[in-house]
């Protein structure tokens, strides 16, 4: 992290700066310590809706995929039974929730 000198071996010839170069230096200071670090959390979030957007498409997809072959294997005839296939689904969703809470790591927005 950069900041300002406390003790300066130059304190003692100290130029009067005009306000214009204060401007420019607090303008570059600002730039280097707010957008950098802003542009990296984009990229971070950038991936991350990407990621989950594929995620619940996939999961969503998958569910229903369960469901269908539960229906169509286990008590896809049955009237009394039906209410079986959708907890089957739903235990396999919470499997796979459960899962992917469980590989979540808490990163870093500085590159490495």
């Known amino acids: 992290m950069t900041g300002f000198k406390i003790h300066s071996s130059n304190s003692d010839k100290s130029e009067p700066k ?10 570059a200071y600002i730039k280097r310590e707010t957008l950098k670090p802003i542009r990296g959390a ?7 809706l990407v990621a989950a957007l594929s995620l619940s498409i996939g999961i969503v997809l998958g569910a229903l ?9 286990m008590f896809g ?4 039974w039906s209410w079986v296939n959708y907890i089957v689904a739903l235990g ?14 808490k990163g870093s927005l500085e590159k490495s």
Do not use: K, N, P
């Not at 005839?77 to 009394?80: A, G, L, V």
């Open 18 to 27: 005009s306000a214009s170069e204060v401007l420019e230096m607090l303008f």
């Open 65 to 73: 995929g369960v469901l269908r072959l539960v229906q169509s294997t």
């Open 92 to 105: 396999v969703c919470s499997v796979v929730l459960v899962f992917t809470i469980s590989r979540i790591r």
């Open 42 to 48: 984009g990229r971070w979030i950038g991936f991350g």
């Open 77 to 80: 005839d049955s009237q009394t």
